[in-house]
């Protein structure tokens, strides 16, 4: 991260020769955090111009963009489309998307005329670079790397929140017990949704939302934080300490003291002399839940690798396969196994690997997937 950061100031910050920025505009930090915030609200563009995403295989990204790259804007402009490319079926970081957020709303006059102009001294740049290049996109990604530098910089921190270690061994035993009925939680999620209202500044506790049985009006109510979740919105760590136990441990509180998770969760709810450590003690369940599957699958992908030889035979790898427990499914032109990977209440992830065997049926390649998500 610092020598991008030292190339971005060398780059696109200090005077170096070739074109100048357009009428002598330089941005300053508080501009770059802006155009940040702009490419993530994602509004801004003129009527008929948009971004447009394309998924790609691995092999069809570009090295120097290998998981978002914005290709550009479609012939035709003013009105057309900012075509973004992706990785079929896999996550894309939130980082990478960003970038290409920014590119194209610099290019597509969300961010107005200065941006613009920018963008379009930026790719002249890249375009005057003379033979054979690693990097087409060389001054535009210093351009981002120095954007990235000043919307991190302008993120505050999130307080302290250490784990009570005693919720830690709460959660493990229940996750080992088999966290009976968490099913009825997460449908009662869903099926009851809850009102809910932002407040000033930080929860009592630093908390990022707090479930209240009585709020507004006598009624029930989460209460978000301001503070907690302008921090959430300008982060680009999807894993803020606290922010995902918080959320999980207000809905399942909810969930359980309005009876949409049935009548045992209710009567575990109102059981519970401390309120808030049951949610939480929940919520930490359900994470912990997926990154023991996330573990599993891991180690059951490093294990395929090292194990499966090229050359066996189908029904050699079904049963090599079915002693770590894991079955073989067998597609159009490709066999497969999917492993699932921890996600939360509305999207799950998985990643796999392929087997493809040559015409006399013995193995011949062995792919390992990229990511994937899937959300309700």
Known sequence: MIAAIVLALAVVASPAPGPTPPGGWTPTPADYVALRALAKDGGGYPAGVHPMYVAKSPEEMPPFDPDAFYEGREAGAPAGLLWIWTVRHAATPERATYDALMLAAMDGDAAGPKWKAFYDWLRARDEAQTGTVADPYHYRHAFLALADMYAD??????PARPIDPSLTTAATALLDAGFADAGLL?????????????????????LYLLYVAKGAGGKPEILE?????????????PNIPGADIDTYASMFEAAAD???????????????????????????ALIMSGDRITAKSRADAAWV?????IGVSRAALVSLLATRGLKLQIGRGVDYIELPLGGNIACGSSTGIEFRFDQAGKLATIVQERDSVSCL
């Open 225 to 237: 934080s301001e503070a907690g979740l302008k921090m959430i919105q300008q982060s680009m760590d």
């Open 186 to 206: 997460v449908r009662g999620v869903y099926s009851d949704p809850i009102a809910r209202r932002t407040v000033p500044g930080w929860l009592p506790g630093n």
């Open 153 to 158: 910089a302008a993120v505050s921190k999130p």
């Open 258 to 284: 309005s009876g949409a998770a049935g009548p045992v969760w209710k009567k575990r709810y109102d059981a519970a002399q401390d309120k808030l450590r049951f949610g939480q003690t929940l919520a930490l």
């Open 305 to 309: 690798h090292a194990n499966v030889k």
